[in-house]
């Protein structure tokens, strides 16, 4: 089975009946070592949702992993735009912590399963590739992923850390962005409402409305094209050109500023115009129609795949950082569309642009039970006081002094 590699989820889903999109799939009937637990589960992403029923099965890898690991695994039994006509994979391998596992965080990760079993060091690194290929293109672009370590092959120059900000996405902290190497001059804080994460499940890079606004303006006032549809910065339009023409002249590089190990330090990972401006489409003998690859987000700032592509990536949960290199395979034309450097002061910026209060699903779920039951509590205490017999009640004697009108207190539920 082909499967979809998600550091923005935590379960390890496979299709486990027939679906028109997916050209195989896991019968679990067929699997001597399958175990069923029986536990429903739903998983809901960006787009898309599935539902299934969580079990274990043995799984071994052809390369590098030798030996057979038990691994929890959801079979895949309804979809909701989650299989799409002409995708090539059959299932999501979700990388993420075991905050955002489904049900509940108790069902074990499949990255932990290994590190705990095969005992590899708990990182593992991404290479991405696809710069300046068609999105829609026959085959594969290819990559890698290293699950215990990092691959010196798969980088070039140096590996630049920031640090992971919450154990659950791979949350890091953002300083600023630059369009054709003008700040945007917003305050840090916008850049990480409500978090901004490591996301290879989701494809485009995605930004908080008021970013992306300031981002389109920006490559707007800079690029050689003043006047444009603004069906294409929304995702509705493809813009066209002749095949004969490179459009990627005419557009920025866009950097983004990540806080540095040493808090008092940034560095920047940019990327060219090559990995946002994409191909997408081929009209006629002439033709070739490209996509804007930044689209609006309302609860997140995402680092997908459109920058990734850029980059070598290496999920170091040991030392709580998320890194990054140059990508060889970061080139179009021979020439590379990805740049890191560093370092910077980060006097500029404020010292923390991450909200320190968190509350992300676990810890919302858990405060909504605890205040359902404190009111549930409350409202049991009041209807056992209605109700008790007036001669059960204390009669109060002339030493008793009750003035105090303010004792009754009324409650307005909502």
Not at 85 to 105: C, N
Not at 310 to 318: K, L, N, P, W
Request: charged share 15%.
């Amino acid at each position: 089975l082909n499967i979809l590699v998600d550091t923005g989820s935590s379960n390890f889903a496979v299709a486990g009946v027939p679906d028109p999109d997916v050209t195989s799939y896991f019968n679990p009937k067929l699997s001597t070592t399958y175990r069923s637990q029986g536990i429903e589960v739903t998983v809901k992403y960006s787009q898309g949702s599935w539902t299934g029923v969580l079990g274990t099965d043995v799984i071994t890898m052809p390369k590098g992993l030798y030996g057979s690991y038990t691994i929890n695994i959801a079979t895949i039994l309804e979809s909701e735009n989650f299989f799409l006509p002409g995708v090539k994979w059959h299932g999501i391998l979700g990388l993420a912590y075991d905050a955002l596992a489904k049900p509940s965080s108790s069902v074990e990760t499949f990255f932990d399963s290994l590190v705990r079993q095969a005992e590899i060091p708990n990182i593992f690194s991404l290479q991405m590739c696809g710069a300046g290929l068609p999105v829609s293109g026959s085959g594969t672009n290819g990559g890698s992923l290293v699950l215990g370590g990092i691959e010196p092959s798969l980088y070039t120059g140096d590996i630049w850390y920031t640090p992971i900000k919450e154990e659950w996405y791979y949350q890091v902290e953002i300083l600023k962005l630059e369009v054709g190497g003008q700040n945007l001059e917003l305050d840090c804080r916008e850049y990480n409402a409500d978090k901004a994460i490591v996301d290879s499940g989701t494809t485009l890079l995605r930004l908080p409305e008021k970013v992306f606004s300031a981002v389109v303006q920006a490559i707007a006032r800079t690029s050689l094209i003043q006047e444009f549809s603004s069906g294409f910065w929304t995702g509705s339009q493809l813009a066209c050109w002749d095949r004969t023409e490179k459009p990627w002249s005419l557009f920025p590089k866009i950097s983004i500023y990540l806080r540095d190990e040493n808090s008092s330090r940034s560095f920047r990972i940019s990327v060219l115009p090559q990995l946002y401006i994409q191909p997408i489409l081929v009209i006629g003998d002439n033709l070739q129609c490209y996509r804007f690859g930044i689209s609006s987000s309302t609860n997140a700032l995402v680092i997908g795949a459109t920058v990734m592509e850029g980059f070598y990536v290496i999920f170091d949960r040991a030392q709580r950082r998320v890194g990054f290199a140059v990508s060889p395979c970061a080139e179009a034309d021979g020439a590379p569309v990805s740049e890191i450097e560093g370092p910077f002061p980060t006097a500029d910026v404020a010292s923390n642009c991450v909200s320190s209060v968190s509350f992300h699903e676990p810890v919302l779920w858990i405060a909504s039970y605890a205040l359902m039951s404190l009111c549930g509590i409350i409202l049991l205490v009041l209807i056992v006081l209605l109700l008790i017999p007036p001669r059960c009640q204390h009669r109060y004697t002339d030493n008793d002094v009750v003035n105090d009108e303010s004792s009754l207190v009324r409650h307005r539920w909502k």
